[in-house]
């Protein structure tokens, strides 16, 4: 029971604390897999083998960050609609979804006297490698002790260091948010449509909705009446 609780443990916060960020497509895009885990970024690896290596698990200590989530974390954000788009009767009801914004706070303190060093190199090579996955529509995927977010975006990286802290810069805030529309879902409906126009399938026209319904219903009503008015007026012809 012992070792089982200190492998769920070791699990834990492998996922949740070490590395609970994955980044996805970008410059993880040649990895089999498509995935590329945060600790591969930060030289996390080496201490994970001498975690294992030395007793037999893991340690925080063998790792030069964790991670925390922040305070605001969004599960559900929702929007009153503020404007008639349904009608008069449901309009106060109608919201839209907002995309969701998760937060990160990176704690990576210098542990030892060569980690002071290597604190430069580390960290110029962590801003590089971020930046250039964030250029080349690199996405993320973040998990929570609660939830896993996927295809996530990057909106920042910041300096949170207290000042009553003995070391500078070892705190770092990462922002993401969680867009409405990804990669995936906007292939999916432009393959769907190309599906349909390259086996010659007849595209069906879209059906009115909301305040289209109106205007459909006002522009038939006024077809109707258009057409009356000429047909009776041939007719007195």
Same mark, same amino acid.
Not at 17 to 35: C, K, R
Not at 105 to 127: E, H, I, N, R, W
Not at 145 to 155: G, Q, R
């Given at each position: 029971?012992?070792?089982?609780?200190?492998? %769920?443990?070791?699990?834990?916060?492998?996922?949740?604390?070490?590395?609970?960020?994955?980044?996805?497509?970008?410059?993880?895009?040649?990895?089999?897999?498509?995935?590329?885990?945060?600790?591969?970024?930060?030289?996390?690896?080496?201490?994970?083998?001498?975690?294992?290596?030395?007793?037999?698990?893991?340690?925080?200590?063998? %790792?030069?960050?964790?991670?925390?989530?922040?305070?605001?974390?969004?599960?559900?954000?929702?929007?009153?609609?503020?404007?008639?788009?349904?009608?008069?009767?449901?309009?106060?009801?109608?919201?839209?979804?907002?995309?969701?914004?998760?937060? %990160?706070?990176?704690?990576?303190?210098?542990?030892?006297?060569?980690?002071?060093?290597?604190?430069?190199?580390?960290?110029?090579?962590?801003?590089?490698?971020?930046?250039?996955?964030?250029?080349?529509?690199?996405?993320?995927?973040?998990?929570?002790?609660?939830?896993?977010?996927?295809?996530?975006?990057?909106?920042?990286?910041?300096?949170?260091?207290?000042?009553?802290?003995?070391?500078?810069?070892?705190?770092?805030?990462?922002? %993401?948010?969680?867009?409405?529309?990804?990669?995936?879902?906007?292939?999916?409906?432009?393959?769907?449509?190309?599906?349909?126009?390259?086996?010659?399938?007849?595209?069906?026209?879209?059906?009115?909705?909301?305040?289209?319904?109106?205007?459909?219903?006002?522009?038939?009503?006024?077809?109707?009446?258009?057409?009356?008015?000429?047909?009776?007026?041939?007719?007195?012809?």
């Amino acid at each position: 029971m012992a070792f089982q609780s200190t492998f %769920f443990r070791d699990s834990y916060d492998l996922a949740f604390q070490v590395s609970p960020i994955i980044l996805t497509g970008g410059i993880a895009s040649g990895i089999p897999g498509g995935m590329l885990p945060i600790i591969m970024l930060i030289g996390g690896l080496a201490g994970f083998a001498q975690g294992l290596l030395s007793n037999g698990g893991l340690s925080m200590q063998d %790792f030069p960050a964790r991670f925390i989530p922040t305070p605001g974390t969004t599960a559900i954000l929702q929007s009153i609609g503020q404007y008639p788009f349904a009608n008069r009767n449901i309009a106060a009801n109608a919201t839209i979804e907002m995309p969701k914004n998760i937060g %990160f706070q990176m704690v990576a303190p210098v542990q030892d006297s060569g980690g002071y060093l290597t604190k430069l190199a580390l960290f110029t090579s962590l801003q590089s490698a971020l930046n250039n996955h964030n250029n080349n529509g690199g996405t993320y995927t973040l998990a929570t002790p609660s939830m896993i977010f996927p295809d996530c975006v990057m909106l920042g990286m910041t300096d949170v260091t207290q000042t009553s802290s003995k070391q500078q810069q070892i705190m770092w805030q990462m922002d %993401f948010q969680q867009p409405l529309i990804s990669l995936q879902s906007a292939q999916a409906a432009f393959n769907g449509l190309m599906g349909l126009l390259d086996s010659g399938a007849q595209v069906g026209a879209g059906s009115w909705s909301g305040i289209g319904s109106v205007i459909g219903s006002s522009i038939g009503s006024a077809t109707t009446i258009l057409n009356n008015g000429i047909a009776g007026a041939l007719g007195a012809l």
